[in-house]
Nanobody
Framework: QVRLVESGGGLVQAGGSLRLSCAASGRTFSNYAMGWFRQAPGKEREFVAGTSRCGGRTFYADSVKGRFTISRDNTKNTVYLQMNSLKPEDTAVYYC????????????WGQGTQVTVSS
């Protein structure tokens, strides 16, 4: 079983960049599809980006397409979210999640990392 810990959040100016990391413990990281979600105050948690078990396929919410890039390094048990051209509306707590064997159910979650984008 994988445990997830996010890092890399912080305060950036609009137009800036930030890279989030999600470090996984456990021996079966490559068995999990991975995703990033975010939740802003007063809003529902929303899907941001996802990647298949080997990183060959990626998926993005329309709101971040062309600006964010998800990637993974299975040798390091880490998934990344490169965030470019950040906007104030990207401000949220970002969560890493794992979907065992791509069952279409994210049942493992990290505790989140805060991203704040100033205008």
């Amino acid at each position: 079983q994988v445990r997830l810990v996010e890092s890399g959040g912080g305060l950036v100016q609009a137009g800036g960049s930030l890279r989030l990391s999600c470090a996984a413990s456990g021996r079966t990281f490559s068995n999990y599809a991975m995703g990033w979600f975010r939740q802003a105050p007063g809003k529902e948690r929303e899907f941001v980006a996802g990647t298949s078990r080997c990183g060959g396929r990626t998926f993005y919410a329309d709101s971040v397409k062309g600006r964010f890039t998800i990637s993974r390094d299975n040798t390091k048990n880490t998934v990344y979210l490169q965030m470019n051209s950040l906007k104030p509306e990207d401000t949220a707590v970002y969560y890493c999640a794992a979907d065992y064997m791509e069952r279409r159910a994210y049942d493992l979650w990290g505790q989140g990392t805060q991203v704040t984008v100033s205008s």
